[in-house]
């Protein structure tokens, strides 16, 4: 029995690169898309919100002397075609996405609407919300606390490139080690920036707990929906 019912997947942008120096790596998101079909095989009710890293960052080099918001703009552009490529995998996989932006580009995909989102869940289809927040100055983090929260998931489940939270960025100090539970309150204390703090600070008011787990490792995602103790939990 899955320890969830419905779940808010955040996918990081630059896990769909692979090996790969950015883009999108087909074998890379085949492989996601056929987790998510596993976990959606058990019944469990899928909303994804996926980042945009793997194509552009609106804090990056590329856009430096770029006016913030308008580079933040572009970057919830690229969480949308991402959107577009996630969903398209999962037809092809025989699956049933719905695309949702949160900025107007009703030629490309439909707007967020609350209740459309929740019908369309209750009806066993995947929602991918793309354009993040469709706000300058936030992330997608913060979309998928958001959505979460909107749309009653019981858990937001960040997948991505490390596998939970460290005391410290794993990728820059060898010798951080990985909680395997925090609290909110330590996390935004501690300036653990695995998640940014709005994101925490919305999941905390929200009481909505996150995992964070490696989207790298093969079978992640079943073990954390099943409740297994994978990846870090970070609670009230
Ligand atoms: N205390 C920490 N514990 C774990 N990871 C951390 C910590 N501090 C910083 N990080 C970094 O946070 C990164 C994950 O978050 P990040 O926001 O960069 O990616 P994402 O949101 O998953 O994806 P993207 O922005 O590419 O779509 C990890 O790759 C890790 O290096
Ligand atoms: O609500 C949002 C979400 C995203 N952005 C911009 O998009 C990029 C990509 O998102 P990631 O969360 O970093 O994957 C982000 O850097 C912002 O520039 C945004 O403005 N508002």
Redesign the pocket.
């Known amino acids: 029995m899955p320890a969830h019912k419905r779940i808010l997947l955040k996918l ?2 630059e896990a769909l690169m692979g090996d790969d120096a950015f883009g999108i790596n087909r074998a890379t998101i085949v492989r996601i898309v056929r987790e998510i079909q596993e976990v959606t095989q058990l019944g469990v009710e899928v909303a994804v919100v996926i ?3 793997n194509i ?5 080099g590329g856009s430096v002397g770029m006016d913030r918001a308008t ?6 552009l ?2 949308v075609m991402n959107a577009l490529a996630l969903a398209d995998t999962m037809r092809q996989e025989g699956m049933t996405a719905r695309v949702m932006s ?1 900025i107007g580009i009703e030629q490309v995909v439909e707007p967020y609407v609350r209740p459309k989102a929740l019908q369309y869940l209750e009806e066993g289809k995947v929602v991918i919300f793309g ?13 998928a606390a958001l959505r979460g929260a909107e749309i009653g998931a019981e858990i937001v489940l960040k997948a991505t490139k490390v596998d939970g939270v460290y005391t410290a960025d794993p990728k820059k100090d060898p010798s951080a080690t990985r909680y395997s539970r925090l609290s909110f309150d330590e996390a935004i204390t501690k300036n653990l920036q695995v998640l940014d703090a709005t994101a925490f600070a919305l999941c905390r008011d929200q009481k909505l707990p996150i995992r964070v787990f490696s989207i790298f490792k093969p079978g992640a995602l079943k073990a954390v929906v099943m409740g297994h103790d994978e990846g870090t939990l970070v609670h009230v």
């Open positions: 990081s942008g980042g945009g890293g552009f960052r609106g804090v990056a580079a933040d703009y572009m970057g919830m690229a969480t949160a354009a993040g927040t469709g706000n300058p100055f936030f992330t997608t983090d913060t979309a």
